[in-house]
């Protein structure tokens, strides 16, 4: 359908349809492909009542991070205003890939913590979500995508300041986001959920479909409050999707959403679900996730999900009723490629990335070697267990269980940079924990 | 001084130069800074003979397929012609990490493999060798880096096509380089030094300085020639700088060389140096090296290299009497980047992205979490052995072995896509194998 | 005062006691020392009523097997008739090792079990259960040692007979038991709580002390009955020491028998605890256990446990307040030496084995080179990470699971021989499984 | 064969023989059935001349450590003297699992050894010997084995003593060997061929057979002396039997011996091959083998070969030419016995042990779990890859490697045990190296 409506078009045809035999979902197909065209393209929750599966993109922090854009540690996104082609171009990878959400690179671009602990930029956070909506946007509209505000936790919050305060960080980057048009508004990255549903409060002010994802595990938050339980007060404080992102592994993320989707559901409640969790296996994390690891974030490297590993997830996500199916930190395009190519059946059409990319391995029918052509074959990659090359080191890590939450002394936020002395005193609890 | 000349010439000055204490490295540093103004780059045998350590780039066809822009098992660099701004960018990240090498993304652009096995591409070789050229240059020309336009082993050679006819293929792209005055040409990927040898004769007749890197192990050649004596034919026929690029991880690769320069001085004879190795590791490898790994090409993620494995791979080719040191599969712009971190103190300067970076993971001292704080130590992460988050995997693999070179039946090349009964023979024997 | 009490005894000293500064556990110790000369050995609740730890031995099935003396499949006990001497000299090694009680190597010795699928034995149940308890007896009167004869889980009740079918099985070896004279009884193995209580009933007819032990795990028995409900089922049907044996390992099983600790104390109810879980690592079991696991039975060597795993269980029995604390399936002599190497302070002697072992690799200060010698410490031991060797392995698995139980008709046990037919159809489940 | 031999034998027939059909080995299987009743052995030439296969034992060391009669560290056989039972019972192990070969338990057993590093022994070496023939005749007798009296390396050879001290040395154990009339000799665990050319030249005074295996792997000696000239010198000395022990896993000794036994045929000369190599799994070494891993000897279990692994072993070995098969430290019974049931095609019988186990798992057809029924069949073990369940545990060690050997003056043994600040100056070595 998404070929014959492109073909139609090119051949200058303007009314595009069909006859016997054509179903909703051909229609919808037709609309997609020319969306750009038009200029009609349907809302999130459009899309997630009908059913459709809306892809998400990937995490742009550790993604531009290994570009040489953005720097680990205070984790800012002030690249959408000092290197706007780098963003560009990660924004059409995804798209590229099947991304029907452009998240606006806005993470951590709130001002409290753009000045944390000696972060000296020079921006502000108006500057930095204004240029980040202008980039969402303008390659949104070169594909079939929405563009969505994305706001996350707050070192006030971490720091005890009031409920007050914390909102007002909120409002400010909303104002930007509903300035520039965005099309949703998601929370993403939230530790605990008290915070998450301030965060909800506040959008609900703009109108805005809401969307809400939490790093929580199965253990739920940081307070021990269950997923079943986030997500009933999420819904109730207004969100229309709820779900968890980051922090965990694709099994263990779905695992989440799907206490998630029990606990709204035995509330008598109803919601769309998301989950964009992390393209790194973390079987051996404790409640904070992927943090406590010991190769966070500049070892993770082993952990790697393979795009076949992704074909399972996108699998679990969808026969777990999630509709919303992204990802998170370490996700690269041709893992949201995977996604959308495990799912074609489904939506009826393949990414344009898949023009590159033989399902399962096809295009390994080309290769020069007759022993790597022998592998243009799905059961083959569906079942192999890749080495890690690496025969000293282990598969499973004991993460780092410092315990300490909102409200330790020790999570409190500063402006001013680590000293020597604060540092030499973290080196030291860091070998009794 | 790269700070100082930079403020210098903001500040207007157009004479810039030192007194005591200045020594020649100095004013190389300078008229590195500013040489993207002044249009006075050194050569690359101008570099090296000066003991100047040349930082190369990463492996484009790896980079670009995550990406979404080539097609793994053909391989073609289509993408120069057909996604110039994802192209650009590639060599954007790389000349920020360090890299003083922009290679022309032309490997496997040669006419007799784009259209190798069903590869139905309607470009022709020049047209992409052309904007691979200009693509190359353009970022170059951004930065300290020279343009070096490459060849590699063709289907021809394997196909057992006549010495005149291999040659005749290579001159095809070294038309489209010379005509483009790129700065210096590299034969790199061959598996038979009979053919780089070719490709050598053909490259001095242009009077361009000549690099050529086989892609071999401690081993040798596809024909059991070892890494000594293959040195020795490359230097004999005329190449400046030897050594090898991808197939092995970096200390194998570094390893290679090592013999390399131990056969080359042997003999009596002068060259320079070069190492561009993948990006994973692979103590499993037999003498074809990944290509037989049952991870290739699509199960490699839990191989790749820390950017704290590449620190120690930086140092030991330096240690090595290497000096051009770059990557070349697996290879992405924070690898890079690591290397041009490693040997900051040889060199005297970082690379541009290290704006992003802070040494040994100083960056942290900005994190949120304090556990995460107390990793912003160099012996943290030089100890660390990071795990793989995949217990059910094995730690190294058993290659296939199909024990076939060039000569054999099985590695004729041919036009025509492989066809299903092909296909089924090759799964039969590869269960064999 | 062990040293003390044999050295007066070799001197003729026949009157031995203390003065100034002895306290009730000194007149123990001499009293356990001179225990076989005397003849008068407390019994297990004496000396768990005083809060003495008392050490189990480690299972004979697979220590014998691998000996040349069981059968793995049937693994039932006819050494005891067979090969009298191989079985003494096991029993011999855990006494020197510091075990206080020899089981009678009694495992499966019911007659449905000994004659189930073709197991021809030409013995009795009641041949096998006195030769066996007359070698526990004479072995145990060599040291401070308990006889405890043992009965565990029967075909029969996997094939749903009646609850008197049942308990006239366990009637059979109880007889002998009582005419032996042993000191006290074990009901061990029984995957189902509801089978052990049948055998409580039936033990607290002979009036002799009774302890049970589950082979379950923290996830409870396999009709899903919780550990702190079983413990509290057998407690309340008579046992006065419960606890877990075999399936999983020492950490798991500690866990477990938490569980029932809490379950019994929660009730209002007293017990003794008891655990002797297995010498392997099964962090991948489900709750069926070590028997799911694809290395079961022939494939298990790279799961066994350190002597160095051994102290940091025996430390975690300890503190978890058990104290009846031996081994199962995979315990060499060397295994419960270590318990009772780590638990010397506490019970303030070591056991004879230990002459020959100095604690923590002492005895290394011994070796001819001096980087072994350099091993001969207590922190080198105790952080360890031993590798496998085995770089093509996993680090765990997959277990089977069948998920069939009692009542299920692929569990119906049967006299005949596996037929053909039946394994042909049991390899095709076992792929579809 | 075997079992008609036998059973006539019992009916009381005394002449026993055979007609049509007849062939050597079929005599020789009834010789060998029937050789304790008749008191003809054939001696170890004559059964390796005539192509038999003979199965050595495994290593009494390890094995009697574990089971408590052993001290890790001085590692000397005084349980000949002290605990027959248990060495006799070892034997008898070894026997029933198809050894052809007791050794006499004498490594170590040289009066310079007993007494090294504060070893306070009350036995002299003399007495220790003789105790070790009467056990290993004793058990012999039971069935169709030889004894070998065994040497083995000496602290005064490392410590630079004289030719003639050193020679004084091996005449003391021989002189018992001879008194005791062993079948033949065995020089083994020598890691300087020099020394192992010294014993050889006194065992050949002896006018017994004489087998010398060294401790070495394919990098040769610890002199850099290659296998195959190892092998060389050793046959010229007179050796009739050469081949490796100990030290390296069955594949790389293997892999030892091929190289030992081209050394020979290409100096046109003429000799047996025998390898006893460990049970445990050693990629890892270096040239000096085990003892330099991390895991020696207190945290090898992971290494454990299973059964299954002895089976490709035997084949390997025999593929080789080798006919003198056997193990060292980490054999136990079951492992010999794997290497019996492997060959028994080739020998035409199985051991008795085999009399309790089903070849390749068939005993689990009686198995109660029809899961584990499932797993009777040879190809389900042969291509298990157990897992270690460890997966905090890497799957390969780096080794000590202090690079010290004869004549480095940490290598000087005395008779003094090691003091305090002798260890501590180890402790600091073992950090820097």
């Given amino acids: 359908m998404h070929k014959y409506a492109r073909e139609a078009y090119k051949a200058g045809i303007r009314f595009i349809g069909g006859c016997c035999g054509f179903e909703p979902y051909h229609i919808r ?37 290994k570009r040489g854009y953005v720097k680990a540690g205070p984790w800012t996104p002030e690249a959408s205003v000092q290197y706007p082609d780098a963003v560009r171009q990660l924004h059409r990878e995804f798209l590229r890939a099947g991304s029907n959400v452009m998240q606006t690179f806005t993470f951590y671009a709130s001002d409290d913590k753009l000045e944390n602990r000696g972060n000296n930029l020079k921006l502000t956070g108006a500057q930095i979500n204004e240029a980040a909506c202008d980039l969402a946007r303008e390659v949104a509209n070169e594909g079939d995508a929405l563009v969505a505000g994305g706001v996350s936790q707050t070192p006030s919050y971490l720091s005890c300041k009031s409920k007050a305060d914390v909102k007002a960080i909120f409002r400010k980057q909303l104002d930007v986001f509903i300035k520039k048009n965005v099309d949703f508004l998601i929370a993403e990255y939230f530790e605990h959920v ?3 549903v301030w965060a909800v409060e506040v959008m609900k002010e703009t109108g805005k479909p809401v969307a809400t994802s939490l790093c929580i595990g199965p253990k739920g938050d940081m307070h021990g409050v269950s997923p079943g339980e986030c997500a009933v007060r999420l819904v109730k404080a207004g969100a229309q999707i709820v779900g ?23 509330a008598g409640l109803k919601a769309h679900y998301m989950v964009q969790p992390l ?44 509709r919303f199916i992204g990802g998170c930190c370490g996700f690269e395009a041709y893992h949201i490629r995977a996604i959308a190519e495990e799912l074609a059946p489904e939506r009826g059409f393949l990414p344009s990335a898949s023009e590159k990319h033989g399902s399962w391995g096809a295009g390994l029918e080309m290769h020069t070697k007759p022993w790597v052509r022998a592998r243009a074959r799905r059961d083959y990659w569906e079942n192999l267990k890749p080495a890690s090359g690496r025969p000293q080191c282990p598969s499973m890590s004991v993460p780092d269980s ?6 330790h002394a020790d999570l409190m936020q500063q402006k001013e940079a680590t000293s020597k002395e604060e540092l030499e005193q973290l080196f030291d609890k860091s070998k009794t924990h």
Same sequence: chains 1, 2, 3, 4.
Avoid: S
């Avoid at 410092?402 to 409200?407: D, N």
């Fill in 29 to 65: 197909a037709l609309a997609q492909e020319l969306a750009p065209e038009r200029g009609i393209i349907p809302g999130i929750l459009e899309r997630l009542n009908a059913g459709e599966v809306v892809i998400g993109d990937g995490g742009f922090v550790f993604a531009l991070e």
């Fill in 194 to 196: 008290e915070e998450a």
């Fill in 244 to 266: 968890v992102n980051c922090h965990f592994d694709p099994m263990t993320c779905v695992e989440t959403v799907k206490q998630m989707k029990e606990g709204v559901e035995k």
């Fill in 279 to 322: 393209a790194y296996h973390t079987p051996d994390c404790n409640c904070q996730g992927f943090i406590d690891l010991p190769e966070f974030p500049f070892g993770l490297e082993p952990r790697i999900l393979t795009r076949w590993d992704m074909h399972k997830y996108a699998r679990e996500a969808y026969n777990a009723g999630i």
């Fill in 402 to 407: 410092w315990g300490v939450t909102k409200g």
